[in-house]
């Protein structure tokens, strides 16, 4: 096994289907940009970092930040608009809440009309100064949507240049497989970690490797549950975690993020942290190929049992 120092130090890039298109495999998540209380000059500084770790790919929605996330992407664009065309940026839309930043917006819902959608995918491009979205992805699955409806949408868009690709996040296998059928999508953005295996189970990823679409990772950490600890399972794998980081000389969340990358479906992985670190330790993970009897051992950690 490669030491961490021989490793590459930039993240590959994959395709997420057949006619792409092509992201980094480490992808940069913004959910919790607003929190992290960085001026703009921190948010240039932070993306620089990201693309001299290969991490090319930003990954955003309409309500991260309380529909702040965006703006505050768009504000470090504006500072150095040559970032711009480095990235491909993914963004969400199909929920809505009430904020200070939407007074018209009286209640909790989802929406996928075709109206909402273009008008949705237009305002983000607003937001972050854009021209067009490289991927645009259906936020959670809506039970009142319309796949003929939201082909239209995704077809406009696609027509006028404001969006190259598009994709859904949390949807179940069937709902993938009716929109799929009116439209084709290069993904679909799931939860998987050591903590939520529920995608190699419910079908989402056979579907992936049956239709050659990369899925897109979110919590690949657990959002840092699987460190804290607080549960019996959390400290089982923390241990099992511990012992074969210390065998291959990397991080606790190297292996963890290996742990997803192993899976022949060959997800892209979100990372969701502002510690250019723990970007770092994720691209480290992309290089790390972790043996079937360490994948197992992780496995057992997870469930509390052995394989049948
Ligand atoms: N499609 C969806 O429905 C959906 C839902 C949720 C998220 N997402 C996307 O997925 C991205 C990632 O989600 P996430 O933030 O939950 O990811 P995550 O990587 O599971 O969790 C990140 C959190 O874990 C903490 N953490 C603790 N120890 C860490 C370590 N050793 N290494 C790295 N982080 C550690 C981080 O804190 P520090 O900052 O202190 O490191 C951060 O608060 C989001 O930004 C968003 O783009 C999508």
């Not at 996928?112 to 972050?128: G, P, W």
């Not at 099992?240 to 990397?250: D, F, N, T, W």
């Not at 963890?256 to 192993?262: E, P």
């Amino acid at each position: 096994m490669s030491s961490v120092s021989d490793m590459p130090a930039l993240s590959p890039r994959l395709s997420l289907a057949p006619q792409g298109p092509e992201f980094s495999q480490i992808v940069l998540g913004l959910w919790r940009l607003s929190a992290w209380q960085m001026s703009a000059q921190q948010r240039v500084r932070f993306l620089e970092q990201a693309l001299e770790l290969g991490i090319t790919t930003i990954d955003e929605a309409d309500i991260y930040g309380d529909y702040t996330s965006e703006t505050l992407l768009g504000e470090a664009f504006a500072i150095a608009p040559h970032l711009r065309e480095r990235f491909e940026v993914v963004t969400k839309c199909g929920i809505q809440f009430p904020s200070a930043q939407k007074p018209l917006q009286t209640s909790h819902i989802y929406e996928t009309s075709a109206a909402h959608i273009v008008s949705s995918a237009e305002n983000s491009l607003r937001n972050m100064g854009l021209d067009s979205l490289d991927l645009l992805l259906i936020h959670r699955p809506d039970p009142l949507m319309d796949a003929d409806e939201i082909a239209e949408a995704f077809t406009q868009l696609r027509a006028s240049g404001k969006v190259k690709h598009f994709g859904v996040s949390n949807f179940t296998t069937s709902q993938f497989a009716l929109l799929h059928n009116r439209f084709p999508l290069v993904t679909n953005q799931v939860e998987c970690s050591l903590l939520q295996m529920a995608p190699m189970y419910d079908g989402v990823f056979d579907q992936c490797q049956q239709l050659r679409l990369a899925p897109m990772i979110w919590s690949a950490l657990g959002g840092g549950a699987l460190f804290e600890g607080k549960t019996e399972q959390s400290r089982r794998l923390l241990s099992a975690l511990e012992k074969i980081a210390a065998e291959l000389e990397v991080s606790t969340s190297t292996i963890a993020l290996a742990w997803i990358i192993r899976h022949p479906v060959r997800p892209l992985v979100l990372t969701g942290s502002s510690r250019v670190q723990a970007l770092r330790e994720a691209v480290q993970a992309s290089h790390l190929r972790l043996s079937r009897e360490q994948w197992f051992d992780l496995w057992r950690a997870s469930t509390g049992a052995d394989i049948p």
